[in-house]
């Protein structure tokens, strides 16, 4: 099954993406010329990581019935020193229940792990861009 996303420009470096009924505004800060409207592509795209360990985990913990009170999943992340531009470095920490039994964290550690973004990177999806045909009567 394909999903779709459809982005559109606001204004600026601001854009709307649609997603499923939801509306996400991304923008670049103020100090690189965006109105900081919203967080920028690259921070949508590692928080879509830490929110998918965060749901996987919050799954195992629900599977299991364990509490999932103080679940939290922390991003440090940083773009790579060397061209093409890129994300060069993402560490992903989980922030377990604090009641987590000390048998049950390496099974939490093992799931999250496996989150479906994370597998993404892990496997890379082929991707293709490409520029939408002329429709008829568009000024050349």
């Given amino acids: 099954m394909m999903s779709s996303v459809r982005v ?5 470096d601001q854009f709307s993406a649609d997603i499923r009924g939801h509306t996400v505004v991304v923008d670049q800060p103020t100090a690189e010329g965006g109105g900081d409207a919203g967080p920028t592509p690259t921070e949508l795209f590692v928080a879509g990581l830490a929110t998918c360990v965060a749901h996987y ?8 019935d364990l509490d999932t009170t103080g679940l939290a999943v922390a991003v440090d992340w940083g773009f790579a020193a060397d061209r093409p531009a890129r994300v060069g470095r993402i560490d992903v920490r989980i922030d377990p229940p604090p009641s987590l039994p000390e048998n049950r964290r390496a099974g939490l550690l093992a799931v999250a792990s496996h989150c479906t973004v994370h597998n993404s990177l892990a496997q890379p999806p082929s991707v293709t861009i490409e520029l939408a045909r002329r429709q008829a009567g568009a000024a050349a």
């Fill in 8 to 12: 559109v420009h606001v204004s600026g």
């Fill in 57 to 64: 985990a919050r799954g195992y913990l629900a599977r299991h």
